[in-house]
């Protein structure tokens, strides 16, 4: 099964080099509600289609953040829909940045009329507040045929996560995140917002740099053990030495990134 996934990636690699480029492409009235679509040239039969999230504390950042990511994903031959959402506020909270996301992936469906890619079951990939989100989308929704997730918040519901983002100043964003005033770990806006507790059977990879400073890399490796033991697949890949970024802003270590997530992908478009 390894050598042939190997060998997928290889001709994956290899058949495609040029690209379609449409961007800032609306799926909903807001000015952030939008998405850049990279479309390989040719041969879109069974081709992965990729929903891609960015970072940014659910309160800054957008399409460029990911924008090269975007594109060497598709150089590897697959569909990537890179998609901005908007950012949590007094009246936007994660139910909110979830519809946004929802809303990506009806609008991406409904497009492959027009260019010819698969309607339906794609996958998911997210950094930071876009891999929290990644994970929570794939595992309430369920529509996922796979989930990445790169240096994900994936556990609030503690109190040294709520300490930590006191101590950090980010305690108004989680807040606005859970749409309510956080008192401790054990609130349920916090429960309800943590993919730790809303584990699906999704294939699940998870890459965490072990001098992340914002996110602890337990987060991952506590997530990646309760995955383990409910029977989710899942792979947990450490970068060594890496901070928050988990190497994405260094060549060598973002195309490493790069084919681990395509590699997991192909696994799993089946």
Known sequence: MKHLVLFLLFTYCCSFGQTKYFPHLAYGKSSQQVLD?????EGLKDVPVVILLHGGAWSMGGLEYTSKHAQDICNRGFVVANVDYRYVSD??????LLADIDAA???????SNKYGYGKKEYHIVGISAGAHLALLYGYTKKNMKSITALCAPSRLDSSEAVEFMRKNGH?????????????????????KISP????????TLLIHGDADNLVNVSQSQNLYDELKRKGVETKLIIREGKGHDVGMNTPETEIQNINDIAEWIIQHNK
């Open 105 to 111: 992936v009806t609008y991406v469906s409904e497009a």
């Open 196 to 203: 730790f507790n809303t584990i699906s059977n999704i294939p």
């Open 171 to 191: 305690l108004d964003i989680i807040e606005k995140l859970a749409g309510t005033k956080i008192e401790n770990g054990t609130d349920p806006a916090l429960i």
């Open 37 to 41: 679509l990279y479309i390989p040239d």
């Open 91 to 96: 009246n936007v909270s994660a139910k909110d």
